[in-house]
């Protein structure tokens, strides 16, 4: 499986940003997504997830604020990230979810907000 997360990018506290992640090699329909996040000297903690039917749920740290979403015919899953916070800063890293995939993590996508 090949996971390309994209979108990050710079931006002040109060922005948004929209990250992409193109899932290949396996069909996204059939797995509960995932986004993670870590940031600089962090381990790697869940942000938000969704379930094959579309439940979602977050971290407690982006509730209200980070939406999580997929698209199963193009293989995508996307994370819309509104009112961004300087502690949101971090390689954010799209995965499926199972332990099959545990050390599948892809390059990442570097989010910068500067207050």
């Known amino acids: 499986v090949q996971l390309q997360a994209s979108g990050g990018g710079l931006v002040q506290a109060g922005g948004s940003l929209r990250l992409s992640c193109v899932v290949s090699?396996?069909?996204?329909?059939?797995?509960?997504l995932l986004w993670y996040r870590q940031a600089p000297g962090n381990q790697r903690d869940m942000v938000a997830t969704?379930?094959?039917?579309?439940?979602?749920t977050y971290a407690d740290s982006v509730k209200g604020r980070f939406t999580i979403s997929r698209d199963d015919p193009n293989n995508t899953m996307y994370l819309q990230m509104n009112n961004l916070k300087p502690e949101d800063t971090g390689v954010y890293y799209c995965?499926?979810?199972?332990?099959?995939?545990?050390?599948?993590w892809g390059q990442g996508t570097l989010v910068t907000v500067s207050s």
């Open positions: 995965k499926p979810y199972g332990d099959r995939w545990s050390n599948y």
């Open positions: 090699g396996i069909y996204v329909r059939n797995y509960a």
């Open positions: 969704i379930t094959q039917s579309g439940f979602t």
